[in-house]
């Protein structure tokens, strides 16, 4: 069934687990992704994040990611990833998503705080549920970001986290503290320090929210749940792992043909199995 993101992560938050935030840029991984958490009897966010606007345009992938939310056994919110302009998170709304994340952690402080609280206002009263983003994940220098920063240098901090949910009113807060999109070179180890000081300041204003967790491990992962961690948007390492399917499919076939309705079928059954291992490490401190 559809419900807003707010009401799933009210009971994470009650049962002191992470609802796991999958992107769904296709068909397989919308199928696989729900046939998880239906195995697992577990609810979990379907994603369509902006980046993948170019894989397949929201408007089309829209009504299949409601019809499957709305027939699916367990609870489920339908939700934007990193929505950059205004123009698509307002579109994003009228073709029925119950969450948005509106992503304008690359402005000031200020200037995020101003355009959340008037996209907050606006959409409140519609029962959107609104995720921001405060502090960076660190861009490298080839793809843009300035060479003479780290990493730490974009953590989010306690103090202005505390005020950014007094000021803005949104309901979840996506912070860094160690984490970064894709899977890097090296284990991503989390600053859980820094968490629990965030979790301990922001308290109830808003569930904590963590992106890129494909690269941390597991380890890492249950010390985020514990720390208040609430809600882990989590797609590189599904991902990857399906394409791995599909090179030994086609390796075995040594040359002869090979039908990509096959393909697309050991895709979905890879993509199921590891949104299957994500959903109980998410769960995995779950009371
Ligand atoms: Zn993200």
């Known amino acids: 069934m559809l419900v ?18 999958f992107n769904t840029p296709n068909l397989e991984t919308l199928r696989a992704v729900v046939q998880a958490a239906e195995a697992m009897g577990t609810p979990v966010t379907l994603n369509h994040a902006s ?64 355009l959340l609280k008037e996209f907050v206002d606006l959409v409140h009263p519609l029962g959107i549920t609104v995720e921001a983003e405060l502090g960076n994940m660190i ?22 986290a505390a005020e950014f949910c007094d000021r803005t009113g949104v309901d979840c807060l996506a912070i860094t503290f160690g984490t970064e999109h894709g899977i890097g070179e090296n284990p991503q180890m989390l600053d859980i320090e820094r968490l629990k000081e965030i979790h301990a300041k922001v308290g109830d204003r808003a569930a904590l929210v963590m992106h890129g967790g494909s690269g941390t491990p597991e380890e890492e992962i249950e010390k985020a749940v514990l720390g208040g961690i609430r809600k882990i948007n989590y797609f590189s390492a599904i991902d990857v792992a399906a394409t791995e399917a599909i090179k030994v499919e086609i390796e075995k076939a040594e040359g002869k043909p090979v039908h990509y309705a096959d393909l697309t079928y050991i895709a979905t059954e890879m993509l199921r199995e590891k949104c299957i291992e994500a959903i109980k490490m998410f769960n995995s401190v779950k009371i």
């Open 51 to 114: 980046a993948h606007n170019n894989i397949i345009p929201v408007e089309e992938i829209a009504p299949l990611m409601l019809k499957y939310a709305r027939e699916s056994k367990v609870p489920m919110s339908v939700h934007i990833d990193h929505g950059k302009d205004e123009i698509f998170v307002h579109k994003a709304i009228q073709l029925g998503f119950t969450s948005i994340m509106y992503d304008c952690s690359d402005k000031s402080f200020e200037e995020n705080v101003r």
């Open 139 to 160: 861009l490298s220098a080839a793809d843009g970001g300035d060479p003479n920063k780290k990493k730490e240098d974009y953590y989010t901090d306690p103090d202005k």
């Open 4 to 21: 807003p993101l707010k009401t799933l992560l009210e009971d994470a938050k009650q049962h002191r687990y992470a609802v796991g935030s």
